[in-house]
């Protein structure tokens, strides 16, 4: 079975460019989470999708971030324009049903902005 | 919001040797996962406990969920070289469906 696949898996940006970052999650699962983690934390939930709806967003900065999972499938995150405190890994992960069971994460793609 | 703490944030440990990891949340939780991030790596999810006092054992690695629903524990015996790496508890609160991560507890072992 394939895993969540993610990309790119790095990018260098600098300040105030804007970046984007996609998510494939395994086939058939119907949330579709993304988690900041900045370096020696833990993953912070930005979104989470059920199907192609969204179900929390709490801690999405809305001013410049915007994520979509159009058709319920493969998921986009957007940032723009950036700032130097973005600098992270940004983790897709996905699960079958809702966040009651095990999560699934990608390889994660890491952010670097300068 | 609802917090969920982690102690200690770093464990060095002998090879051989056992320790425990402490997981806290500001909130009474419906569930409690742990998952595991090797250096350079994503997390992998270890284990899930549902119920009040639940004891699971997966080989060396011990957990438990407190009778309140708001702590739990992951006690590792004989630490080996591959038990390198972040350990996280991440709980979803009552009547939730966030699943929220404590800091994670980095361990090094000494060989």
């Known amino acids: 079975e394939a895993g969540v696949a993610q990309s790119p898996r790095y990018k260098i940006i600098e300040k105030r460019q804007s970046v984007a970052f996609w998510c494939n999650p395994i086939s058939g699962h119907a949330t579709l989470y993304w988690y900041q983690q900045i370096l020696g934390q833990g993953p912070k939930l930005l979104i989470q999708?059920?199907?192609?709806?969204?179900?929390?967003d709490s801690q999405l900065p809305k001013d410049r971030f915007s994520a979509e999972r159009l058709k319920g499938v493969d998921s986009t995150l957007k940032i723009q324009p950036a700032k130097l405190e973005d600098s992270a890994v940004y983790l897709c992960?996905?699960?079958?049903?809702?966040?009651?069971?095990?999560?699934?994460f990608g390889e994660g793609s890491r952010l670097t902005v300068l | 919001g609802q917090q969920v703490m982690q102690i200690p944030q770093y464990q060095h440990v002998q090879e051989g040797e056992d320790f425990t990891t402490y997981c806290n949340s500001s909130?009474?939780?419906?569930?409690i996962q742990w998952y595991k991030q090797r250096p350079g790596g994503h997390p992998v999810f270890l284990i899930q406990?549902?119920?009040?006092?639940e004891v699971k054992k997966q080989k060396r690695l011990t957990f438990q969920f407190g009778e309140a629903k708001k702590n739990s524990s992951l006690h590792i015996t004989a630490t080996q070289t591959t038990d390198v790496g972040t350990y996280f508890c991440?709980?979803?609160?009552?009547?939730?469906?966030?699943?929220?991560f404590g800091g994670g507890t980095r361990v090094l072992v000494k060989p």
């Open positions: 909130t009474t939780l419906s569930n």
């Open positions: 406990l549902v119920k009040s006092g």
């Open positions: 992960a996905s699960s079958p049903q809702g966040a009651v069971g095990e999560l699934f």
């Open positions: 999708f059920q199907n192609n709806g969204v179900v929390d």
């Open positions: 991440a709980g979803i609160k009552a009547a939730g469906n966030k699943l929220t």
